[in-house]
């Protein structure tokens, strides 16, 4: 079992509509990433949490340390926010990232 | 500017062939890493490396060697290459290790 569970795996929608991906880990974390990568793309760390929330622009990003989850939101989706969304996590102590096997989203016009 | 860049974007090359990817940062950032992303997209750490030391070396055959020989920059040489060999190899840093981290845009490695 992967340290780093996320679901969907796949997640297709219509534009417009709200999104949430979520993602689960077993391990002690210092702190969790969300990334994008878009097809044939490179990767951008959409948000950096250790705790609480975090909004930029239609992505809302929260994180529950207690319960080992964390979901990102996006808001009014469009075709271009179509990626791969990838949860990361900072294990505790040893200063690298495990990665989730990330969520393939397809948002239609 | 680019902040993390990586250079081929693309390579195909024979097995058995040695071949080296080389990647810069223009961040300042102290931490420097090496990632494989299989054909499956799962991403994996190999190599970690903070002012020029190695920090982090999962377990990656060592056919595979590192080479930083400023903090800017961190090279990936692989030597004997094999057909596995084939994946996205991404680099990246960080102001240290706690830190955002910046992934250069990946390159594509093609054994055949």
């Known amino acids: 079992k992967n340290e780093v569970e996320q679901s969907p795996q796949n997640l297709t929608a219509q534009e417009g509509e709200f999104i949430t991906i979520n993602c689960s880990y077993s391990?002690?974390?210092?702190?969790l990433h969300w990334l994008q990568q878009h097809p044939g793309g490179g990767i951008v760390s959409l948000f950096m949490?250790?705790?609480g929330k975090k909004k930029h622009g239609r992505l809302i990003a929260t994180i529950n340390i207690q319960e080992k989850h964390s979901s990102l939101h996006i808001t009014a989706s469009h075709p271009r926010d179509s990626a791969v969304y990838i949860c990361?996590?900072?294990?505790?102590?040893?200063?690298?990232?495990?990665f989730g096997k990330g969520t393939m989203l397809l948002v239609s016009p | 500017d680019t902040a993390v860049s990586q250079t081929p974007k693309y390579l195909v090359t024979q097995m058995g062939n040695d071949k080296s990817i080389k990647c810069e940062q223009n961040?300042?950032?102290?931490?420097m890493y090496w990632y494989k992303q299989d054909s499956k997209k799962f991403l994996k750490i190999m190599f970690s490396?903070?002012?020029?030391?190695?920090?982090i070396n999962e377990t990656v055959p060592n056919r595979f060697s590192p080479k930083s020989p400023d903090k800017a920059h961190l090279n990936l040489h692989i030597n004997s290459l094999e057909l596995g060999d084939s994946a996205v190899y991404f680099c990246?840093?960080?102001?240290?290790?706690?830190?955002?981290?910046?992934f250069g845009e990946g390159s594509w490695l093609t054994v055949v």
């Open positions: 949490l250790s705790s």
């Open positions: 990246a840093s960080s102001p240290n290790r706690g830190n955002t981290i910046y």
């Open positions: 490396y903070n002012n020029k030391e190695l920090i």
């Open positions: 961040l300042g950032h102290d931490t």
């Open positions: 391990v002690g974390i210092s702190a």
């Open positions: 990361a996590v900072l294990n505790s102590g040893y200063s690298t990232l495990t």
